[in-house]
């Protein structure tokens, strides 16, 4: 009992919880549903105690489903680090670099944002993945990674022996007439070692082809583009933030030069950031190796400019409907029902005689900051999210900068 209560602790039920999500939910029974059908179809098609050639099948399977699991719960429960609630830096003089967080009471360390699920500011934050129910960052962006790369060659080895199954168990059974095609499903091969290959068997083995090929091609792809930010030692969120960087210089000509600075000049020592022998990445997550032209704070000043460019950019609106943040609200019209934003981003419930400061939309949708009272703003709350377009209309005069003034390097 005392082994029990030392190893089942709060935190770590906590952690167990992480599985009671919708997202993990989904990956495992695609991970269960692909290898259970592939063992099963293995020993149909290749039985594996009688040939080599069979027993290498059979232990690269279950080798694909070991290694798959283990940097998927790796994803998951190492977690990508978490910079310390009240953090500030050693040097006084660097808080006016870094912004500051209500949620978490300190500064945000370089490469760290506020991770609004977690409800933490998270080391080197990559994006909050709801398969894993976990953000991915510093200290398991390398797992994570791992799991993409596996998870569609172990698929595509499943789908090999989907392949093979079918196409072996019916070719026999396949008989052509003058305008028809029978397949005779009940001749069982005499050389079966165990289990009819019967209708159920067939139907399930064609729908987990369809799990594996559409988790190679999509899993796929979320690998291609983890790699091609790696490389270049950057995350996705770093990216946007490059881009928008470029588009402020561009668009206010103001000649400077912005060079990204945890690119070390190398793929491979790029790549050396993330992946190690020992599954660890390298650094403590706050302090990084930045390229000769730039310092510890040359991102971070960075995205203090474009905070001050969208305070200035952004635009009042007033609410003239109320919207109680539905997803998809119905009543908004089909327009606004079948446009809702494909993202977890936040809506904001809003009443008649709103304020919102708008910063980006689309043609149906808008997202922004509502505008709140002195007692919320001195509680440290925050509302802001996507809501109808149609439920606001803009403001004749524009007081958004003089509005967001108090809000100069907040979360």
């Known amino acids: 009992m005392n082994f029990l209560s030392t190893f089942v602790t709060f935190k770590n039920l906590h952690e167990v919880r992480r599985l009671c999500h919708w997202g993990p939910i989904i990956a495992l029974s695609v991970i269960a549903i692909c290898s259970t059908m592939a063992i099963l179809d293995s020993i149909i098609w290749y039985w ?9 099948n059979f232990i690269m399977l279950i080798n694909w489903t070991v290694l798959i699991l283990y940097n998927y719960f790796n994803a998951m429960f190492v977690g990508p680090g978490y910079i310390p609630l009240g953090w500030k830096p050693e040097n006084q003089q660097d808080t006016q670099y870094l912004q500051f967080c209500r949620g978490c009471q300190g500064y945000k360390a370089p490469r760290s944002h506020h991770c609004r699920k977690c409800n933490r500011c998270v080391m080197k934050m990559d994006h909050h993945c709801p398969w894993i129910n976990n953000c991915c960052g510093h200290l398991n962006h390398a797992y994570f990674t791992s799991f993409l790369l596996l998870a569609p060659l172990g698929c595509s080895h499943a789908a090999v022996i989907f392949i093979m199954t079918m196409y072996t168990q019916l070719y026999e059974r396949i008989s052509f007439g003058w305008s028809t095609v029978r397949i005779d499903m009940s001749a069982v091969r005499q050389f ?3 289990m009819p290959f019967s209708v159920p068997a067939f139907a399930a083995t064609l729908f987990a082809l369809g799990l594996a090929l559409g988790t190679t091609i999509a899993v796929g792809m979320l ?16 990216s946007w933030i490059e881009e928008k960087a470029k588009d402020r210089i561009q668009h206010y000509q103001t000649g400077e030069e912005f060079i990204f600075p945890y690119d070390l000049g190398s793929r491979w020592l790029n790549f050396k950031q993330v992946f190690t022998w020992s599954g660890t990445p390298r650094g403590d997550g706050i302090v990084w190796p930045v390229h000769p032209k730039c310092h510890q704070h040359t991102l971070t000043i960075e995205q203090l400019k474009q905070k001050a460019d969208k305070r200035v950019r952004s635009v009042q609106y007033r609410a003239v409907e109320d919207y109680n943040g539905a997803c998809c609200p119905l009543s908004k019209g089909l327009q606004t029902f079948f446009r809702t934003p494909c993202t977890e981003e936040p809506r904001i419930p809003l009443c008649k005689g709103d304020t919102i400061l708008a910063t980006r939309g689309t043609k149906w949708w808008m997202y922004g900051d509502k505008v709140l009272s002195e007692e919320q703003l001195r509680a440290g709350d925050r509302v802001r999210g996507w809501f109808p377009r149609r439920c606001v209309e803009k403001c004749h005069y524009d007081t958004a900068a003089s509005d967001t003034t108090s809000d100069k390097k907040v979360n």
């Open 192 to 194: 079966q070692p165990l």
């Open 48 to 56: 594996p105690l009688d040939t080599t050639g069979g027993s290498i």
């Open 223 to 238: 690998f291609i583009i983890q790699m091609k930010v790696i490389l270049r030692n950057k995350t996705s969120i770093e």
